[in-house]
């Protein structure tokens, strides 16, 4: 059964960092592309950042380009997203979200993904 937790959300105020983790579980870790999106109040989800972890490929949304770094611990099946420089922006539901065989130009696209973690809540105060 595939698994993903994700963790590591929280209240931060602007400028600050979080780190999520996304914990995967019951797949080839390495044969995956682990994604994060983001579901802000009245939005639609959208991708933020996702890596293909068998060759590393990334995909970083332009919003967040420069202040999100996602990174693989294939050792151990867990998915990070360093977040700096958060702004109220940033403000959403961080889901992580798993795939097989996802082409790098697909990596930031919902529907590129076939399962997906519970949410954790990020909150940016001004």
């Known amino acids: 059964e595939v698994q993903l937790q994700a963790s590591g959300g929280g209240l931060v105020q602007a400028g600050g960092s979080l780190r999520l983790s996304c914990a995967a579980s019951?797949?080839?870790?390495?044969?995956?592309?682990i994604g994060w999106f983001r579901q802000a109040p009245g939005k639609e989800r959208e991708g933020v950042s996702c890596i293909s972890s068998g060759d590393g490929g990334t995909y970083y949304a332009n919003s967040v380009k420069g202040r999100f770094t996602i990174s693989s611990d294939n050792a151990k099946n867990t998915v990070y997203l360093q977040m700096n420089s958060l702004g109220p922006e940033d403000t959403a539901v961080y889901y992580c979200?798993?795939?097989?065989?996802?082409?790098?130009?697909?990596?930031?696209?919902?529907?590129?993904?076939?399962?997906w973690g519970q949410g954790t809540q990020v909150t940016v105060s001004s």
């Open positions: 019951g797949f080839t870790f390495g044969d995956y592309a």
């Open positions: 979200a798993a795939a097989p065989r996802v082409i790098l130009s697909s990596l930031g696209t919902a529907s590129s993904y076939v399962y």
